[in-house]
C-alpha cells in the first residue's frame, strides 16, 4: 500500500505550523492596536509645528525705504549735540527727500494744510532734554494726510551714547508710520475749507 507525502508528515510540523501562524495573527493585532490613526499622526504632527511656530522668536519687522518729502523741523532746546543733522543724515539714507526750511504750525488743519500746497508726506519733530546722568530724545511723527500724531518715540540714553543709539534704532521705530504717512499722500485730499474771499466793496455809481 503506497504512503502519500502529506501522511508521512510529522505530527509535530503541523503543531509547529499552528503555532507560527499563531503568534503571526497576534502581532498584527498587537501593531494595529497599538498604531495611531493616519488623520491623528498628521493631527499631532501639526499640533507640534504650530507649538514651534509659537515659540519662535520673531525678528525685528524690517521697513523698506520710502520715496516722500517730508518735513524735519529742528530739535529744540538742543545745544551742540548736533542731533538735527544726524536725524537728517538717517532719514536721507531711507530714500526721503528732507526739507528743514519749513516753519512749525500748531493745528492738525494747519499741517493738513501745509501739506497740500507743498506735498508734505510726514512732519518729524523733536525735543531734547539734557539730564546730569542720562539725556532723554523724544521725535514726534506727524501724518501728512491727517495732520496728526501717528508715532512717539523716546531715546534715553548717556550723552556718550545717545548719537549711537538714535543712529542705529531710529528708522526701527519711527520707520513705519512714516511709511504709513508715504502711502496715504497719494490718497485724494479734501479741502479743508473754501478759500477766504474779500469783499473790496460795493462800486460806486457814475455822477
Known amino acids: 500500500m503506497g504512503y502519500s507525502p502529506s501522511m508521512l508528515r510529522s505530527p509535530r510540523a503541523g503543531v509547529f505550523s499552528r503555532v507560527s501562524l499563531a503568534v503571526g495573527l497576534l502581532a498584527v493585532v498587537a501593531t494595529a492596536a497599538f498604531a495611531a490613526p493616519a488623520h491623528a499622526r498628521h493631527a499631532a504632527k501639526g499640533k507640534a509645528k504650530a507649538a514651534h511656530a509659537r515659540k519662535a522668536p520673531r525678528g525685528p519687522k524690517i521697513t523698506p525705504n520710502q520715496e516722500g ?32 526750511d519749513v516753519r512749525r504750525v500748531d493745528t492738525a488743519e494747519q499741517f493738513r494744510e ?7 508726506a510726514a512732519y518729524v519733530d523733536s525735543e531734547f532734554n539734557d539730564g546730569p546722568v542720562r539725556s532723554k530724545l523724544t521725535i514726534v511723527v506727524r501724518s501728512g494726510y491727517t495732520g496728526k ?31 504709513r504717512a508715504c502711502t496715504d499722500a497719494a490718497k485724494p485730499r479734501k479741502r ?9 466793496g460795493t462800486p460806486l455809481a457814475d455822477r
Open 69 to 100: 518729502k517730508i518735513a524735519l523741523f529742528p530739535v529744540r532746546y538742543e545745544d551742540d549735540n548736533g542731533f538735527s543733522p544726524l536725524l537728517e543724515r538717517v532719514l536721507r539714507a531711507h530714500g526721503l527727500d528732507v526739507k528743514t
Open 114 to 120: 501745509l501739506s497740500t500746497a507743498l506735498g508734505f
Open 149 to 179: 500724531k501717528v508715532a512717539v518715540t523716546t531715546f534715553r540714553e548717556t550723552k556718550l551714547h545717545m548719537r549711537t543709539e538714535v543712529e542705529d534704532n531710529l528708522w526701527t521705530k519711527i520707520g513705519p508710520a512714516i511709511a
Open 192 to 200: 479743508d475749507r473754501d478759500p477766504l474771499v474779500i469783499e473790496a
